[in-house]
């Protein structure tokens, strides 16, 4: 059960030209936002006549003494970052605020601290709008975890609110829908009104996994299903509903192109990622990212849905060339109740004795790798400038790298920054 207030007299449109977050050339970037009292009144400034600018006990003198200087502030802890849904921009969620970044050029856009240090667990963009979805979030939340605040950024306040029985798992966002994922129920509203229009039972999801397309028009969204490694697609432009068991285990991870067209997928044991046709549930590939066990962080679709690539927590985030284009299979597309999921790989040496060996050495492999720290958190997404990645990490790191598809192998490093650095430091 799901309630909801307005709290402003109208209620913005995301379509709107004019709505639209600060420019990257705006050069004062920090606010900080009183939410103790909305009413309250500015400090007035001291009178130098009054008795109480007077020291006691101090000599006369003609300059103010000077004050210390400030106590260096401690880098905030990090409870959530998550691109936008064009990868141009990235929110991150700390336990005093939230702050938005551009990826290229790498410039913080604005940060928004609280008054009292509330922490911000979830921060979902829509797309440069100035309308954000926020949920409280650390041991100190600023909201409820139970609530998910419409944030306008152009009032520097929050306009609306959605409030439920259960901590809020994620939040995802269209111009037309905002859609919000509890442990095992997800709420579809329409933006404009924020009227409900559709309610789904999950499986137990912590994660709060769900992806939406982003297309005007027809909306896909992905779930997880009702049984274990079972995803659930609903395609409301044609009211179908179309249920794909991806793995044998539980899901760890999926994505999904723009057009809602391409499904990727991970599961518990992170070693494949499976590529499938959301209209049929048809598998069309299959890669692999190595042997070993591994908790997928991030997949992420290249805009042309050329490339995907794969972050983990084994350190290392790989990109894979797609054989499939979106909205089109491949020539022998095979069901995903096939128990026999290998997808054959027309440049592998081995493929005259596939069926002898075992799958591992008839996989496709990654094209190109990125060493990172092993056993940090770090999500990936797709620069806008071709052949390049951009990888963000729990730790405040910045990563933007290019890879070459032709020589394959190792990504060169273009770029690094820590954007949890004193605000200074920009």
């Known amino acids: 059960m799901a309630t909801l207030s307005a709290l402003?007299?109208?209620?913005?449109?995301?379509?709107?030209?004019a709505a639209f977050l600060s420019d990257p050339t705006d050069n004062n970037p920090t606010s900080v936002v009183d939410s103790s009292d909305d009413n309250h009144d500015p400090q007035s400034p001291p009178n130098p006549n009054s008795d109480h600018n007077l020291h006691n006990n101090m000599p006369f003198s003609s300059s103010p003494p000077e004050s210390p200087p400030p106590a260096p502030r401690s880098p905030p802890s990090l409870f959530h970052v998550?691109?936008?849904?064009?990868?141009?921009?990235f929110a991150v969620g700390t336990d005093h605020g939230f702050r938005i970044y551009n990826c290229d050029p790498f410039r913080e856009l604005f940060r928004r601290d609280f008054d009292n240090g509330g922490g911000i667990g979830v921060v979902e963009m829509l797309?440069?709008?100035n309308i954000l979805a926020i949920v409280g979030g650390?041991?100190?939340p600023q909201y409820p975890t139970s609530k998910v605040m419409i944030w306008d950024?152009?009032?520097?306040?929050?306009?609306g609110e959605l409030s439920f029985r259960s901590v809020v798992r994620s939040v995802r966002l269209r111009r037309d829908r905002i859609v919000v994922v509890l442990e095992q129920k997800i709420f579809v509203y329409n933006f404009a009104d924020l009227k409900l229009l559709h309610q789904i039972e999950t499986i137990a999801n912590p994660k709060g996994l769900c992806a939406v397309s982003q297309v005007v028009g027809s909306l896909v969204l992905v779930c997880p299903g009702l049984q274990k490694g079972q995803v659930r697609v609903e395609h409301y432009g044609s009211k179908r509903t179309k249920f794909i068991m991806a793995h044998d285990s539980r899901l760890a991870c999926?994505?999904?192109t723009p057009d809602?067209?391409?499904?990727?997928?991970?599961?518990?044991?992170?070693?494949?990622?499976?590529?499938f046709n959301t209209l049929d549930g048809t598998l069309l590939q299959e890669v692999r990212r190595g042997a070993d066990r591994a908790e997928i962080y991030s997949l992420a679709f290249s805009s042309t849905a050329q490339w995907l690539a794969v972050s983990s927590d084994k350190g290392t985030v790989h990109v894979f060339n797609l054989k499939v284009n979106s909205g089109s299979s491949n020539e022998n597309p095979r069901s995903a109740s096939d128990p026999n999921l290998a997808v054959s790989s027309s440049?592998?040496?081995l493929s005259f004795i596939r069926g002898v060996l075992p799958k591992y050495f008839s996989s496709e492999w990654s094209v190109a790798q990125f060493r990172l720290l092993e056993g940090s958190q770090y999500i990936v997404a797709f620069g806008h400038q071709k052949n390049t990645v951009v990888i963000l990490g729990m730790d405040g790191s910045f990563y933007r790298c290019e890879f070459d598809p032709v020589t394959r192998g190792e990504m060169t490093q273009l770029e690094y920054h820590n954007f949890l650095k004193p605000e200074e430091a920009f």
């Not at 402003?8 to 030209?17: E, F, G, R």
């Not at 950024?153 to 306009?159: E, L, Y």
């Open 8 to 17: 402003a007299t109208t209620w913005p449109d995301p379509n709107s030209a």
């Open 82 to 89: 998550c691109f936008n849904q064009d990868q141009a921009c």
């Open 127 to 129: 797309f440069r709008c």
């Open 138 to 140: 650390g041991p100190d």
């Open 153 to 159: 950024d152009h009032q520097g306040r929050c306009i």
């Open 254 to 256: 999926f994505a999904l």
């Open 260 to 275: 809602g067209q391409l499904l990727a997928t991970a599961s518990n044991k992170g070693t494949l990622v499976r590529i």
């Open 347 to 349: 440049n592998s040496s």
